[in-house]
C-alpha cells in the first residue's frame, strides 16, 4: 500500500472518531483534551520524567544537559532516552557521553 493511500486511510478514520468523541466528552471537553496534549508538545519541559511521554524531554535535555539531579534518576532518564527517543546522530553521541560521566551509569 502507498504511503499516500495509508494517510489517507487513516485520516479518513481518524476524523469520524474525533467527532464522535467530540460528542461524547462536549466540545469543550473535547478541546480541553486537544489543548493538554498540544501544550505538552510545545512546552516539553512541563511533562516530568516518570511520565509515559517523557520521552519527548529528551532533546532539549541532550542539548542542555537539564537531566535529574541524583545520579540514579538521571541515568534512568538517560537510559529512557536511548531507547524510547529518535535521536541524531550527534545526539546520540552527546547522550553516551553524559552516560559515562554520570557516576554508576551503566550504558544500555
Not at 500500500?1 to 474525533?18: D, E, G, I, N, Q
Request: charged share 15%; with cysteine.
Amino acid at each position: 500500500m502507498s504511503r499516500t493511500r495509508t494517510v489517507l486511510l487513516s485520516a479518513a478514520a481518524a476524523v469520524p472518531m474525533a467527532v464522535a468523541f467530540a460528542f461524547a466528552i462536549g466540545a469543550t471537553g473535547f478541546l480541553g483534551v486537544l489543548g493538554f496534549s498540544v501544550f505538552r508538545a510545545i512546552f516539553p519541559s512541563t511533562i516530568a520524567w516518570n511520565e509515559k511521554d517523557a520521552y519527548a524531554k529528551c532533546d532539549s535535555a541532550i542539548s542542555n544537559a537539564d537531566w535529574p539531579k541524583a545520579p540514579a534518576n538521571a541515568c534512568a532518564a538517560m537510559h529512557m532516552c536511548a531507547n524510547e527517543a529518535v535521536l541524531s546522530e550527534p545526539q546520540t553521541k552527546a547522550l553516551y557521553e553524559a552516560i559515562r560521566k554520570t557516576a554508576g551509569c551503566q550504558e544500555p
